[in-house]
C-alpha cells in the first residue's frame, strides 16, 4: 500500500503524518511517469519484418530511411534499403536493448510517446550507421499499427535522437525523415 492509499485509507493528516506521508500535496501534482511500452507483448513488439510506409507523407522514399527493416527477436536487426529486402545496407547487427526513454516533446500530452532505445553490441562495419537505435514500437489507435525508427553512428547518442522530436518542425511539405513511418511488411496507409 502507498502512503497516497494509506492517506486516503485514514481520511486524517495525523495518520498519514504517523506514517511518514505527510503534505504529498494534491494527488493531481504527481508527475506522469513513463511506462514500458507492449510490456505485455513478446520481445515488445520488436519482431518481425517491417516497411517504409510509401503512403507516408514523411517522405518515405528518403535515402535516410531504410525501405525495410527485419527484427529477430528484439535482438537482431537487419536493414535493407528497398521495401522487398533485396539490398542489403547492414545485415545481422545485434543490440542490447538499452531501456526506454519518453519523448522529450510530446510526453506527457502524449502518454504513449516512448521510445524504445537498443545500442549496437556486435556486427559488421556496415552496422556502424546503426550504432544507437530508437524506435517508437508498434502503436496505433483506430488505424493499423506502425512504428517510427530513427538512428546514428557511434558519434550520436540517444539524447541527440531523442532531441529530433523538437516540436518545431513548420514545412509540412519538406522532408522530415526522423518521423517516418513503419507498418508491417507489406501494408500500406499504416498511419491513417
Not at 497516497?4 to 485514514?10: E, G, M
Not at 503512403?55 to 521495401?83: H, Q, T, W
Not at 499499427?145 to 522530436?165: C, E, I, V
Amino acid at each position: 500500500m502507498t502512503c497516497r492509499s494509506v492517506w486516503i485509507a485514514c481520511v486524517m493528516v495525523p495518520c498519514a503524518a504517523f506514517l511518514g506521508c505527510a503534505d504529498e500535496g494534491d494527488p493531481g501534482d504527481e508527475p506522469i511517469v513513463a511506462e514500458e511500452p507492449n510490456k505485455d507483448v513478446p520481445y515488445l513488439g520488436v519482431d518481425g519484418a517491417y516497411t517504409s510506409d510509401p503512403l507516408a507523407a514523411a517522405c518515405p522514399e528518403d535515402p535516410r530511411n531504410p525501405g525495410r527493416i527485419v527484427f529477430k527477436e528484439m535482438k537482431e536487426f537487419s536493414y535493407y534499403s528497398d521495401l522487398e529486402g533485396t539490398t542489403p545496407l547492414a545485415e545481422g547487427c545485434t543490440y542490447d536493448y538499452a531501456g526506454f526513454a519518453a519523448d522529450p516533446h510530446y510526453f506527457p500530452e502524449s502518454s504513449g510517446s516512448v521510445w524504445l532505445q537498443f545500442a549496437l553490441a556486435s556486427g559488421g562495419d556496415e552496422c556502424g550507421a546503426f550504432h544507437h537505435v530508437i524506435m517508437r514500437p508498434p502503436h496505433g489507435d483506430g488505424a493499423v499499427k506502425h512504428m517510427h525508427f530513427r538512428y546514428g553512428d557511434a558519434g550520436t547518442s540517444f539524447t541527440a535522437l531523442l532531441d529530433m522530436s523538437n516540436g518545431d518542425y513548420e514545412d509540412e511539405d519538406a522532408c522530415d525523415p526522423w518521423w517516418s513511418v513503419y507498418c508491417t511488411a507489406g501494408i500500406e496507409g499504416c498511419d491513417g
